[in-house]
């Protein structure tokens, strides 16, 4: 079993940024794939960014040039930098770990970020 916890989330002006966190409850970057979805209200999750185990990294066309996904292992932790926000940024940003080729998947609870002036 995995926790994922998500921080970092909040209020921000178009223009602005912010770093989400997702803290693991144990090691798991070397196997599991990291990623960070988005919902929006009445829309569908969509994918963000995904980290491999193997450190490659992908991006949705919309996070491209404006969102990095970084991981620290030494504290289990996985990052999403968010620059330049635009209000449809708006969503609940959860975080995801994939174990790739068994199925195991773990999902975070998620965090509230609001890109409005």
């Known amino acids: 079993q995995v926790q994922l916890v998500e921080s970092g989330g909040g209020l921000v002006q178009p223009g602005g940024s912010l770093r989400l966190s997702c803290a693991a409850s144990?090691?798991?970057?070397?196997?599991?794939?990291m990623g960070w979805y988005r919902q929006a209200p009445g829309k569908q999750r969509e994918l963000v960014a995904v980290?491999?185990?193997?450190?490659?990294?992908n991006y949705a066309d919309s996070a491209k040039g404006r969102f990095t996904i970084s991981r620290d292992n030494a504290k289990n932790t996985v990052y999403l930098q968010m620059n330049s926000l635009k209000p449809e940024d708006t969503a609940v940003y959860y975080c995801?770990?994939?174990?790739?080729?068994?199925?195991?998947?773990?999902w975070g609870q998620g965090t509230q970020v609001t890109v409005s002036s």
């Open positions: 980290l491999s185990s193997g450190s490659t990294t």
């Open positions: 995801n770990a994939v174990l790739v080729g068994v199925g195991l998947e773990y």
């Open positions: 144990r090691s798991i970057f070397s196997i599991y794939a």
